[in-house]
């Protein structure tokens, strides 16, 4: 099994999918603003998903060996896959080179715009929003980057886990990652954490104001084309789950999953499960 990693760039390896894409002029230079995330302005502008994609790929790199082998039967039957919260279409990038038939999704505008150039050759990348946007019927269903942990609360994410287990079809694979209860602990040693790049800088201070809500303030910095910088900043809230009920949940609406440590050998960073279930025919 490979090492865990926690926020290595790309496993140490350079990443091809990231290369051509560069910060760009900010829509409105010099804006900042800190407000909870809503519907029209969802986690994740146009700066934090740029940095997300150009200084945090490893994760999707790491999850896609695992997910290609579990999806290896739907690539096979020529199955469609969907993607939730598929952030910058490094996942996708994956599931597409190996074969995959794609409808990749997100919350995010901006991350769909950088996983149009990432992933353009996917069946489709459309705006979905968990839990009450409908998810397209699938052979499989695929999420990794905790995507549900950033719903609102536990009722929401049993909803979209129920979304989940309805859109896919008799003898559907669901492949997703979900934060556990645990998954703070140890936070007090970091509670700051700052990556740079050529052309951005984020700080991160994490926090657990309450059982179960892991809270990052972020500030991102982005230089722009004439070589100003400029900031956003942006507080995710994360609902944290206790992911072993999780089974029985998906099991009463007609998907057979386990709780996991991994999709297949990589490591994860602690706390992070995976869940990985079939649906009943
Ligand atoms: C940590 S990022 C992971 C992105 C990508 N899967 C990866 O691994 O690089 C979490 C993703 O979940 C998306 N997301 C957050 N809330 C969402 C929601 N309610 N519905 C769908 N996607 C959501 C975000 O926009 C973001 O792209």
Known sequence: MLGRYTTGPCGGRECSTTA????????????????????DDP????????????????HAHHCAPGI??????????????????CGSG????????AGHRVIATDASPAMLELAATVAGDAEAIRRLTLPHDPIPPADAIVSVGHALNYLPDEDAI?????????????????????CDLDYAEGLSD??????????WAIVTQRSMPEPARF???????TRNTDGSWRRD????????????RVPEHLARNGVDARVGDSFGSEGLPAGLRTIVGTRRA
């Open 215 to 221: 809270v990052r303030t972020m500030v991102i910095f």
């Open 190 to 199: 970091q509670p700051s954490f700052g990556k740079a790049g050529d052309d």
């Open 20 to 39: 051509p894409l560069r910060a760009r002029s900010a829509p409105v230079a010099g804006s900042r603003s800190i407000h909870p995330v809503t519907a």
């Open 43 to 58: 986690y994740y502008r146009h700066d934090l998903a740029l940095v997300h994609h150009l200084g945090f790929s490893h």
């Open 233 to 244: 900043d942006e507080v995710h809230v994360n609902v944290l789950v206790d992911v072993s």
């Open 68 to 85: 290609l082998e579990l999806l290896r039967p739907v690539r096979e039957r020529d199955g469609l896959v969907v993607e939730l919260g």
């Open 158 to 178: 049993d909803r979209a886990l129920t979304a989940i287990a309805v859109a896919l079809r008799p003898g559907g694979i669901v492949a997703i990652d979900l």
């Open 90 to 97: 490094l996942l996708t990038r994956h599931l597409l080179d």
